[in-house]
């Protein structure tokens, strides 16, 4: 890490959008890049997914570090292509100075690591992982609390196809949640009930003992990063796809008495004017509650200071 944030821990977001990346005009204050997100922290570089915003990250790195050696480990949530894509175009990784962890969960029958392996194969690429030339380590993890240097590091499966987590880190100066792809419980649970053979009264309960959960995962969070692809409208049409709707989020964010709540996983089919509304109309809610939640729209390019 720079010298010069040594007292502070920083966030930069790098993609904020969910699904496939969007460039173009109608994306440009947004921006366009899959999810991905930098943590610099107690002397630790952690990046948080690998959309294809790690791309734009791996080469600010390069220019940073210039011929010194880049240690860093990168969390993945969950392999969906929106959030593994843009590894293979990580210049970091191509150079034999650098170690890169990598951590993340099984995702299908294969294992972490196959998966990853897999989408740099043939025919879907031409340099296969293990022939990269930086010191690339793929763990598969187990446990869902285990630390990063001095950062802890705390995860939690949430309700999304497949397996996917969300992580918490607590820092020296504050803890940051990143929960991109998360559906809230409670419709979702009951528009899957008739397959989980329980009654419409189970369900409810079942859902509202997962949310509960979640609520004490991200308890007290400075910065919460949070799946809201969908208005509440469009959400209606989507349930049971994996994602989260604005008032649900700003419930969420309000129960766990988060500090600041950044909307995140942008739909592809949302235009900068889109976002700028989903944003006013989640800081109207926002504002109807006793406390003071801050709501911000996440943007690519952004960065966050705590402490
Ligand atoms: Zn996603
Ligand atoms: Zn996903």
Redesign the pocket.
């Known amino acids: 890490m720079s010298e010069s944030s040594a007292s502070s821990a920083r966030l930069k977001l790098w993609g904020v959008r969910g699904s496939i990346p969007v460039p173009g005009a109608a994306t440009i204050r947004y921006g366009g890049n899959t999810t991905c997100a930098e943590v610099r922290a107690d002397g630790e570089i952690i990046v948080l997914d690998a959309g294809s915003g790690i791309r734009e990250l791996g080469l600010a790195l390069e220019n940073e570090f210039g011929s010194r050696a880049i240690n860093l480990t990168l969390l993945i949530t969950?392999v969906?292509w929106?959030?593994i894509q843009g590894f293979p175009f990580f210049v970091p990784s191509y150079n034999d100075k650098n170690q890169i962890q990598i951590f993340g969960y099984d995702g299908a029958d294969n294992g972490f690591q196959e998966i990853l392996k897999g989408q740099m194969a043939v025919p879907f690429f031409p340099i296969a992982l293990y022939d990269l030339p930086g010191k690339v380590k793929i763990q598969q993890l187990d446990s869902m609390d285990f630390n990063i240097g001095k950062v802890r590091v705390r995860a939690k499966f949430v309700n999304?196809?497949g397996i996917?987590v969300g992580y918490r880190l607590f820092t020296s100066k504050g803890s940051i949640a990143f929960l991109p792809?998360h559906e809230p419980y409670d419709a979702f649970k009951l528009h899957s009930a008739k397959s989980h053979s329980l009654s419409p009264e189970q369900t409810r309960k079942r859902a509202g003992e997962d949310r509960a959960e979640l609520v004490e995962f991200l308890r007290g969070s400075d910065i919460l990063i949070l799946d809201t692809q969908y208005t509440d409208e469009e959400y209606e049409a989507h349930v049971g796809w994996?994602h989260g709707s604005l008032s649900s989020a700003i419930a969420l964010a309000l129960d766990a008495a988060v500090r600041k709540l950044i909307l995140f996983h942008h739909d592809p089919t949302h235009d900068d004017d889109d976002i700028d509304k989903m944003v006013q109309f989640a800081r109207k809610l926002a504002a109807k509650s006793e406390g003071n939640l801050e709501v911000e729209g996440a943007r690519e390019g952004a960065e966050m200071t705590m402490g």
């Open positions: 969950h969906h929106d959030h999304h196809p996917c792809d994996g």
